[in-house]
């Protein structure tokens, strides 16, 4: 069990391993507490930047010097995934983009999160200043790219094939 949570945010009992709809879930025992963590995945708009006709890729603080990724960011309450993923990029880039489409939905075990990834756009004028949550960028011509294999990874496999078809 990866309980997010020790004890019930109700009524404060610690929680107990039980079975929940097929499933070992946290579950709170006290009596008239129904709590029970169901661990739902967080969602979260992933972003494959074209940029000056290179994809763009960014390295978060503190990651491997050479690890790098797609622009990410969780999506927020009453705001639509397209919306997100702009926001993102605007936030963590400096980028006004538009979006040219879906790639596709992921699911990210690790981080128990499911990442929308979009194809986005920016304008060639624009020039790429970096958050302060990242720690550096590159451009890299979409011949040269390379998937990776898992999370955004995925989104940068099936965004390369259909590039090719």
Not at 1 to 16: E, G, I, K, S
Not at 28 to 34: D, H, Q, V, W
Request: proline fraction near 6%; aromatic fraction near 8%; glycine fraction near 10%.
């Amino acid at each position: 069990m990866a309980a997010a949570f020790v004890y019930c945010p109700r009524c404060a009992t610690p929680l107990q391993e039980r079975e929940a709809a097929g499933r070992t879930r946290a579950v709170c025992p006290a009596p008239g507490c129904s709590f029970v963590h169901w661990g739902n995945p967080l969602p979260v708009v992933g972003a494959l930047v074209e940029h000056r006709g290179k994809v763009i890729l960014a390295r978060g603080r503190g990651w491997p010097e050479k690890f790098f990724g797609l622009v990410t960011g969780f999506l927020e309450a009453g705001e639509t995934p397209e919306a997100g993923v702009l926001r993102e990029v605007k936030e963590e880039l400096s980028l006004d983009a538009e979006v040219v489409g879906l790639i596709g939905v992921y699911a990210f075990e690790l981080r128990n999160e499911l990442i929308a990834c979009w194809h986005v756009r920016a304008p060639d004028a624009q020039e790429v200043k970096l958050s302060d949550e990242l720690e550096a960028w590159k451009a890299i011509d979409p011949d040269k790219l390379r998937a990776w294999e898992m999370g955004t990874g995925l989104a940068v496999r099936d965004w390369l094939k259909a590039r090719r078809r």
